[in-house]
Nanobody, 128 residues
Framework: QVQLVESGGGSVQAGGSLRLSCAAS????????MAWFRQAPGKEREGVAA????????YYADSEKGRFTISQDNGKNTLDLQMNSLKPEDTAMYYC?????????????????????WGQGTQVTVSS
């Protein structure tokens, strides 16, 4: 039993910044990976960034690396995504996810089916 609640979404102009937060509660000791996904209308859900909760390993999609930073705060019960230099193509519903898998190999960290728990999502809209 793990609950995830996202916050921090909103509307910004291109080049602006937003910081998303995901509060995790419940049996978080069962979680090994946490990630941010996003889904735009008509597109597949895609992985943005992830973190291995036991070792601090971080993963980023190529398009976001250098602009976004994923981190864990407050005793690893909060997952944040700092988004800088936002672009219109970043517009999407952003979801927090958590996985019970001990290891996610290769690109598995960005596969939605590898995650067991999901938040309700928070909307990010970037205008040009």
């Amino acid at each position: 039993q793990v609950q995830l609640v996202e916050s921090g979404g909103g509307s910004v102009q291109a080049g602006g910044s937003l910081r998303l937060s995901c509060a995790a509660s419940g049996y978080t000791n069962r979680i090994y990976y946490m990630a941010w996904f996003r889904q735009a209308p008509g597109k597949e859900r895609e992985g943005v960034a992830a973190v291995y909760t036991r070792g601090g390993y971080r993963y980023y999609a190529d398009s976001e690396k250098g602009r976004f930073t994923i981190s864990q705060d407050n005793g690893k019960n909060t997952l944040d995504l700092q988004m800088n230099s936002l672009k219109p193509e970043d517009t999407a519903m952003y979801y927090c996810a958590a996985s019970k898998n001990v290891g996610l190999y290769g690109n598995s960290w960005s596969a939605p089916y590898e995650y067991n728990y999901w938040g309700q999502g928070t909307q990010v809209t970037v205008s040009s």
